[in-house]
């Protein structure tokens, strides 16, 4: 019989434990908007409390190494070890990490690599075949590109709180036939722009540089060829300045599994593709052909490590 009475309580508590347990998944559902949206604000204030608190700790250890730093004799007495921070968030349930947000992680000193293609166009170039006085323009002999500016770029970029200073080396390339029918026949037209920049980046305004906004000048010089037959006319320009205004669109967030693992197989810290605009001046040597243009729109992709 006592058997019996401790069986009946026992179904009695698991089938309150089942009925306590759908009335709260009823009141989460039931929870009006407003509420929802109040608990998610809590929950993302409360990550960037994390994240700040993470960076003032690291910012503390940075600034006590400075004025404690350790001795290579302190290292081998105290058997310790020394290693780089991996900068990488442990996973919760679902397995998944994730990085520390860029404002943490990121070094002092980076590189960056980036492939571009721009609408530029040389409408200011005067054709050496041509007449000083003949009025005909460069779209009167040249029409749409076969290849457009293409340009590969290097930087070495250096970090501070208010973003990045990046030392920047490019080299591109763009070709044009003349049209059918002109007065200069086949001629081929060739452009390499070598250049030389410095370009700030506000990319530390967030924790992640979702959206980071640039602008670059610097100074560049064309290797040109105009060649008609077996007659060639090429050369190059004295240096003339440049300048450039840019986003960068960052992409990590898109994949957030593959960028840990690019990050920790090759050090990649952020993928970006960017649009900008950029606008090459009149060289100031009165013989070099004139390669200005208007200010053009580009875009690419760019890598940094």
Not at 219 to 237: D, H, P
Request: hydrophobic share 35%.
């Amino acid at each position: 019989m006592a058997a019996g009475f401790c069986s009946r309580n026992i179904q009695t508590l698991i089938v309150a434990i089942f009925f306590l347990a759908i009335a709260q998944i009823c009141s989460q559902a039931l929870a009006s908007p407003e509420q929802q949206f109040e608990e998610e604000k809590i929950k993302d204030q409360e990550a960037r409390d994390k994240v700040r608190v993470l960076i003032e700790k690291r910012k503390a250890e940075e600034q006590s190494l400075k004025d404690h730093p350790i001795t290579a004799q302190e290292i081998k007495d105290r058997q310790l070890v020394e290693v780089e921070p991996v900068n990488v968030l442990s996973g919760d349930l679902s397995s998944v990490y994730k990085l520390l947000p860029y404002k943490i992680r990121r070094p002092k000193w980076g590189q960056q690599f980036g492939v571009s293609y721009s609408g530029y166009t040389p409408n200011n170039y005067k054709s050496d075949y041509i007449g000083a006085g003949s009025g005909i323009v460069f779209s009167d002999l040249y029409g749409k590109a076969e290849t457009p500016l293409i340009e590969l770029a290097y930087g070495y970029k250096y970090n501070f709180d208010q973003g990045s200073l990046t030392a920047e080396f490019g080299a591109g390339y763009y070709g044009n036939t003349a049209n059918a029918g002109t007065v200069i026949g086949d001629s081929v037209l060739t452009i390499e722009p070598i250049r030389l920049g410095l370009r700030f980046t506000a990319d530390n305004l967030f924790f992640e540089p979702y959206i980071a906004p640039y602008i670059e000048g610097g100074i560049y010089s064309v290797l040109y060829s105009e060649k008609v037959g077996n007659v060639n006319f090429s050369g190059n320009t004295q240096l003339a300045p440049f300048y450039s205004a840019g986003i960068l669109f960052q992409l990590n967030w898109l994949d957030p599994i593959s960028a840990v693992t690019s990050y920790t197989e090759s050090g990649l810290e952020n993928s970006y593709v960017f649009l900008e605009v950029r606008q090459f001046m009149k060289s100031s040597a009165g013989k070099d052909p004139d390669f200005s243009n208007d200010p053009a729109l580009g875009g690419g992709i760019n890598f940094e490590f």
